[in-house]
C-alpha cells in the first residue's frame, strides 16, 4: 500500500509540473509585474560565450522564476504561510500588526559618514546656507511597533551625529515626526504598505523645515491646509506591499491638500523644461501610485509662487515629492533637484539661480546608501 501510495504521489507530482510547464508555455510572457512594481525577466538571447560563462542559465531561472503561472498568487500564498509558522519578518519587511514597516540595515563601507563629508563640503563651497534634514523612517518613529527583538539600525543615533556638522543648520524631522507618533487623525504620518510619509507626515516635515529657515510662525494649522475633497485614493499599495508579499492588508488612502492654483510647475524630465503639476493624476490608476506626487522621479523641478518670498533649492529623494506642495505655500520658487538623476553640481545650480538657501533632504535608508551626493559640489 504505501509503495502504490508513493507512487501516485509521484505521479501526481510529474503530472502537476508538467501541467504548469504546458500552462507556462501556453502563457504569453508578462513584461511587468504590477504587484511588485518591477520590470520581468524575459528569455536571454543564446551565445556560445553566455552559456560557457553560466549567464545564460542563470538567465534561463530568472526567466521562469518571473514568468512562473500565478506568480503573485504564489508569492502571497508564501508569506501566509510563513506567517502561520511565526514568521514576523518578510524579505527585509516586519509585519507590525496592520502595518509593514522596513527593516533598516547598517551603511557599509562608511558611506554614511562620507555622504555627511559631502553635505560639509557643499556649505563650505556654497554661497547659500546649507541645511541638513533626514527623515526617520518608520523603523525608527514607530520602534515600538516592532516584533520582539526584531534588528534596525539607530537613526536616531545617526541623525544626532549628522546635526554636529559644522557649518550646516540642522532641520529637526525626527522631533516633529515623534511628536505624532501615536497619532491616526486622516491617515497617519507613514503608509501602512508603502515606506513614504503620508501627506500629514509631509505636513509635520515642512513645518520642521521652515522653523529651522526662521519661518515657522508661517506654518498654517493643517485643518486650513486641507481643504480638497479627499481621499484622492483608498487603493494605494506601496513598495513594502510588493517587497513582503503580504497581499491581504487594506490599501492605503493616498490625500492632495495643496490647491495648484496660481502655481507654476515645471519638470525636466528629459533636459527640457515641460509644463508639469503639483500631482498627476494619471498614477492615480496606476500601482505606483505615490508618484502621483510630482509626476515621480526626475532629475529637476521647479515650483513657483507669485506670492512666495524667497528662493530654496532643495536636494532631496523622493520622499520630498509629497513635501513640495507645502513648501509652494511658502517660496516664490523652489527647485527640487534630485542627485540621482542630476549629475552636476548642486552649489554651482544654487549660484547660477540666485538661491536663497539650500536645505539637503533624506530619508535616512536613501542617505546611508546613496553613491550619488559625491555630485554636489563637483562641476
Excluded at 123 to 137: D, T
Excluded at 255 to 274: C, H, I, Q
Excluded at 303 to 308: I, T
Excluded at 328 to 341: G, K, Q, S
Aim: hydrophobic share 40%.
Amino acid at each position: 500500500m504505501t509503495t502504490r501510495y508513493s507512487r501516485f504521489l509521484s505521479a501526481f507530482f510529474c503530472v502537476f509540473l508538467g501541467g504548469l510547464l504546458v500552462w507556462h508555455l501556453l502563457l504569453p510572457d508578462r513584461d511587468r509585474s504590477d504587484v511588485e512594481n518591477r520590470t520581468l525577466a524575459q528569455f536571454p538571447e543564446f551565445s556560445w560565450e553566455d552559456l560557457k560563462d553560466g549567464s545564460f542559465t542563470k538567465g534561463v531561472e530568472e526567466y521562469f522564476a518571473d514568468q512562473f503561472p500565478l506568480r503573485d498568487q504564489w508569492t502571497g500564498l508564501k508569506a501566509r504561510t510563513e506567517q502561520v509558522l511565526g514568521k514576523r519578518e518578510f524579505n527585509g519587511v516586519y509585519l507590525c500588526g496592520d502595518a509593514l514597516i522596513a527593516k533598516v540595515e547598517p551603511p557599509k563601507d562608511g558611506l554614511e559618514e562620507k555622504n555627511l563629508s559631502y553635505v560639509s563640503r557643499l556649505a563650505e563651497s556654497a554661497e547659500a546656507p546649507v541645511y541638513l534634514g533626514l527623515i526617520p523612517s518608520a523603523a525608527e518613529i514607530w520602534r515600538d511597533r516592532l516584533p520582539r527583538g526584531a534588528e534596525s539600525w539607530d537613526q536616531a543615533a545617526f541623525i544626532a551625529r549628522a546635526a554636529e556638522l559644522e557649518g550646516v543648520e540642522p532641520i529637526d524631522f525626527l522631533t516633529a515626526l515623534r511628536d505624532h507618533t501615536g497619532e491616526r487623525t486622516w491617515e497617519g504620518i507613514f503608509y501602512r504598505t508603502d515606506h513614504h510619509w503620508t501627506t500629514l507626515g509631509a505636513y509635520y516635515g515642512h513645518a520642521a523645515l521652515m522653523e529651522a529657515l526662521g519661518r515657522g510662525e508661517e506654518v498654517p494649522e493643517p485643518e486650513a491646509v486641507r481643504a480638497r475633497d479627499l481621499p484622492v485614493s483608498n487603493g494605494f499599495q506601496g513598495t513594502l506591499y510588493s517587497q513582503s508579499g503580504i497581499h491581504w492588508l487594506e490599501p492605503d488612502s493616498i490625500e492632495f491638500w495643496v490647491e495648484e492654483s496660481g502655481l507654476t510647475v515645471t519638470s525636466w524630465r528629459d533636459g527640457t523644461p515641460k509644463e508639469a503639476g503639483l500631482y498627476d493624476y494619471d498614477y492615480l490608476g496606476k500601482k505606483d501610485k505615490y508618484s502621483a506626487f510630482l509626476g515621480g522621479n526626475q532629475p529637476l523641478c521647479v515650483v513657483k509662487n507669485p506670492e512666495g518670498k524667497g528662493k530654496l533649492l532643495v536636494i532631496r529623494d523622493s520622499y520630498a515629492d509629497s513635501l513640495a506642495p507645502f513648501l509652494a505655500l511658502h517660496f516664490e520658487e523652489v527647485h527640487l533637484l534630485d542627485p540621482r538623476y542630476y549629475r552636476y553640481s548642486a552649489a554651482k545650480y544654487a549660484e547660477d539661480n540666485g538661491l536663497d538657501a539650500i536645505a539637503v533632504v533624506y530619508s535616512v535608508p536613501n542617505f546611508i546608501t546613496d553613491r550619488n551626493l559625491v555630485l554636489l559640489t563637483q562641476s
